[in-house]
């Protein structure tokens, strides 16, 4: 990969996190803290607890690792795409792969990105746990002073495997999703774009858009699981295991679901 698209990558990937990780913050926070009513009392408590800097703890590592995760991604995505069609990039704009080459080549990049990814990805979310406050005089000081000190005491604490928790849901939670954000994105470039040309930039955009909506809706439940398998290791373990987390979560997240549409029909049915 050349270093132009190299730094390209960083730099966009980078402004993607620092946007973006205000939101991811409240998202893990809800998916494993029951101290907070919902999003709007969550982003509250985290701004007057918190500060600001809050909603940005555990953002260095993901900044600082996302350039070689996105190559480590696309790079085998289009090596797959290779070896599946044997037809290079430039070859594939007059012949386009089967969707179904397209879903293997997503699923085998979200394979080996999820192994990159879990130590960085552990990590993040241990820090974003955190709701002791930095910037206040008097309050108690975390349990991890940053991520160097994190990955440190995660290594000494619980081993060399502790840095992999709950590696093995975010591969099943990256290995389908990502087959569908391909699949997504690359459909509808070709359905917007006339033959024989670059899609425009608005087209990638929209493309991307909604490619990360689809693979979102489908990844979201598992992100549940790999959040709380991550937090498992604090303290007495909740669970025995992927298989038990799953039974014992779902059901809740269903009933919530139920109970919300049950709240919202005028009928209650």
């Known amino acids: 990969m050349p270093v132009e698209e190299f730094m390209a990558g960083w730099i966009s990937g980078a402004l993607g996190l620092v946007l973006g990780h205000p939101f991811d913050t409240v998202k893990v926070r809800l998916q494993t803290q029951t101290t907070y009513r919902g999003i709007m009392d969550c982003m509250a408590k985290i701004y007057r607890h918190e500060s600001l800097l809050g909603f940005f703890k555990g953002m260095s590592f993901p900044i600082a690792s996302i350039a070689v995760v996105n190559s480590v991604l696309f790079g085998v995505y289009s090596n797959t795409l290779l070896a599946l069609t044997a037809t290079s990039h430039q070859e594939r704009r007059a012949q386009p792969p089967s969707y179904t080459h397209v879903f293997v080549a997503g699923c085998t990049g979200g394979v080996l ?155 209650g049915l």
């Not at 937090?231 to 007495?236: A, C, Q, S, T, V």
């Not at 373990?237 to 109970?259: E, I, N, T, W």
């Open 113 to 267: 990105q999820a192994y990159c990814l879990a130590p960085f990805d552990l990590i993040k979310v241990r820090l974003q746990n955190q709701t002791e406050s930095r910037v206040q005089p008097g309050s108690p000081q975390p349990r991890y002073r940053g991520p160097v000190h994190c990955a440190a005491t995660i290594f000494q604490e619980e081993g060399p495997r502790g840095l992999f928790r709950g590696a093995w849901t975010l591969m099943l939670r990256d290995t389908p999703t990502l087959g569908i954000y391909f699949v997504t994105y690359e459909g509808l470039c070709r359905q917007y774009t006339p033959e024989g040309q670059n899609p425009s930039s608005a087209t990638v955009l929209v493309a991307g858009g909604f490619a990360g909506i689809a693979s979102w809706v489908t990844a979201t439940p598992l992100d549940v699981i790999k959040s709380r398998m991550q937090m498992d290791g604090l303290g007495p373990k909740a669970y025995h295991g992927l298989l038990d987390c799953m039974l014992r979560v779902f059901p809740v997240l269903v009933g919530m679901s139920l109970a919300g549409n049950a709240s919202s029909s005028p009928t």
